[in-house]
């Protein structure tokens, strides 16, 4: 079956530093999907890419769709302690199923 | 404008006794979807509910079983618990044709916890 991986697990940073994770599906994907889980909280949607090698920003944050649909990336820039949670990249194949990715957590210091 | 609602927040059971958790979807959303999220883990599909029926399923035993009502609400139902099951259960509601996809709203979950 379909197979979303995301890299780090953990990433620690000092505030004002940028932050990646990445995400790397085992089959071609529709569209893709992010969320943020603020600690003890539910996931909150933030974006969606659907095109072959979409960019879309949001204030800080930085999305990526790869050029084969099968990777993304989120990025961003000069962190906050506000920015504190685990990200989650969610794959969406033909068959309309949702894959979620294991989340990188992230703790920013103040 | 209410969001996703879920019931109970949280609960404690034992192995081998049934649970039922439910869910009332964000206002106009005719679609839910059911995950499990294990601690420290990504949220799994369960299976999505839309006019009524199951219509996708993930890898999970027939314990897990669900029903969507008329005004869309839903629920899920898990037999014969093992400590396994102890989790968050996150049910999601969107809008549209079950075969088009867009954002999930997610309630806050119920968590379950199998002693």
């Known amino acids: 079956g379909q197979q979303v991986m995301q890299i780090p697990q953990y990433q620690h940073v000092q505030e004002g530093e940028d932050f990646t994770t990445y995400c790397n599906s085992s089959?071609?994907?529709?569209?893709i999907q992010w969320y943020k889980q603020r600690p003890g909280g539910h996931p909150v949607f933030l974006i969606q890419l659907v095109k072959s090698g979409e960019v879309k920003k949001q204030k800080r944050l930085t999305f990526q769709f790869g050029e084969a649909k099968k990777n993304s990336s989120l990025h961003i820039t000069a962190t906050q302690t506000t920015d504190v949670g685990t990200y989650f990249c969610?794959?969406?194949?033909?068959?309309?199923?949702?894959?979620f990715g294991g989340g990188t957590r992230l703790m920013v210091k103040p | 404008d209410a969001g996703v609602t879920q019931s109970p927040t949280h609960l404690i059971k034992t192995r081998g006794q049934q649970v039922t958790l439910r869910c009332s979807p964000k206002?106009?959303?005719?679609?839910v979807s059911w995950y499990q999220q294990a601690l420290g883990q990504g949220p799994q599909f369960i299976f999505q509910?839309?006019?009524?029926?199951?219509?996708q399923r993930g890898n999970f035993p027939d314990r897990f079983s669900g029903h969507q009502f008329p005004n869309y609400s839903s629920e899920l139902n898990v037999n014969a618990l093992l400590l396994g099951d102890s989790a968050l259960y996150l049910c999601?509601?969107?809008?549209?044709?079950?075969?088009?996809?867009?954002?999930?709203?997610f309630g806050e979950g119920s968590r379950l916890t199998v002693l």
């Open positions: 999601a509601s969107s809008l549209g044709p079950l075969y088009s996809t867009g954002e999930l709203f």
């Open positions: 509910y839309y006019e009524e029926e199951e219509r």
């Open positions: 206002s106009g959303h005719d679609t």
């Open positions: 969610a794959g969406n194949n033909a068959g309309n199923m949702l894959t």
């Open positions: 089959t071609t994907l529709s569209n």
